[in-house]
């Protein structure tokens, strides 16, 4: 969770060097407060009373709640998804599917979702999320189905496919569309009626 | 599109019957602001403005703008989504995929976008979208199942499973998360790399 662009802007002012600890509980803040309201309703005085730190403190790095959350979602899961490496695609799908829904489920998920309708209305916000958690969880499958290629389990050129993407699209279906509930049970039944049949299907090298 | 709430509701005020072409364009007004402005942004005034109708028209009808936008999500598609009969499978759920394409990329995709984030928070938003829209494709679906069962090409049963959910998902997937582009091909991709393989692999009866 290092924010390079920030430190560095931090630095050019000559301001003091950034507390890890208090960048943990701002983000958790702006989480909880996007999942419970909205980025609409959401305000910097809110931030700093759900914190506990005061407006000056948010206000001397972020000039608007905008800036905030970008900064906040750019950052967001950079460095929580590691890529499984279990042995066999089939554990290491299962692990990541599971790891999907703790995000889902968790504060992430429902600030990614507050912030789904105001994407397309706002580019820069839609270049952090892309580049933020969308990007880290696309190089998290396509290390998966490049290590199964590798240890040819599966044909190589699968990362990145329609096929590949059909891993986590259940999931993400349930969470932004239906609301119907995903945790680990969803997921091992969509590993055993989805994805185990479609590896069967494809023609081993 | 007939909105039996709202008519029994004038019916009982005593006031005019309903135009159905100026509901039309009230409905239109609506989903263009939506997709332009979003959920939050949107105001009575415009919807007045943007449909060409006073201000009155729309508040004889509609107390809130959370009314009306109720209104107009739970009727959505209710009228427009007719279940395929091709007498394949295959090409049945290559035609709702289709329609499915043309759904995302109109008016009505991009506003039910800018609704995402604000359903969590609200309640009979929820319900509106998930008994107006959210139900008409779901039955729409399970129809296309239900009569590839009865001519004997998959197996009974398999409407509402996790094999069935596949389907639309990964055109869910890039139109509310990823932002890729959705289009005929796309889902003609789909079709082949995933639908297909997983019909392959289901056990005839």
Redesign the interface.
């Known amino acids: 969770m290092s924010g390079s662009t920030t430190d560095s802007a931090q630095a050019s002012r000559g301001g003091r060097p950034r507390d890890p600890t208090r960048d943990g509980v701002i983000r958790a803040a702006v989480l909880h407060l996007l999942a419970a ?4 309703a959401l305000t910097m005085d809110a931030v700093a009373s759900q914190a506990g730190v005061g407006k000056a403190t948010i206000y001397r790095r972020w000039r608007t709640k905008q800036d905030l959350v970008i900064d906040i979602i750019a950052e967001l899961n950079q460095a929580e998804i590691i890529p499984p490496d279990t042995g066999s695609l089939r554990s290491d799908l299962r692990d990541l599917l599971h790891a999907l829904v703790a995000l889902i489920n968790g504060p992430a998920g ?1 600030a990614i ?9 706002d580019p820069t916000l ?1 270049e952090a999320f ?1 580049g933020g958690p ?1 990007d880290g969880w696309q190089h998290a499958f396509e290390h998966v189905w490049a290590h199964a290629a590798q240890r040819g389990e599966v044909p190589p050129g699968l990362a990145g ?3 590949a ?2 891993a ?3 999931l ?3 969470w ?4 119907q509930p995903v945790d680990d049970a ?1 997921a091992d ?2 590993l055993a ?2 994805l185990l ?2 590896l ?2 494809i023609p081993s090298r």
Chains 1, 2 share one sequence.
């Open positions: 309201v909205g980025y609409g429902a979702l507050s912030l789904l309708s105001t994407v397309p209305h839609a892309r969308l496919t329609v096929l993407e059909a986590s699209s259940l993400v279906q349930r932004l569309l239906t609301g969803y039944a969509v009626a989805v049949p479609l069967t299907s």
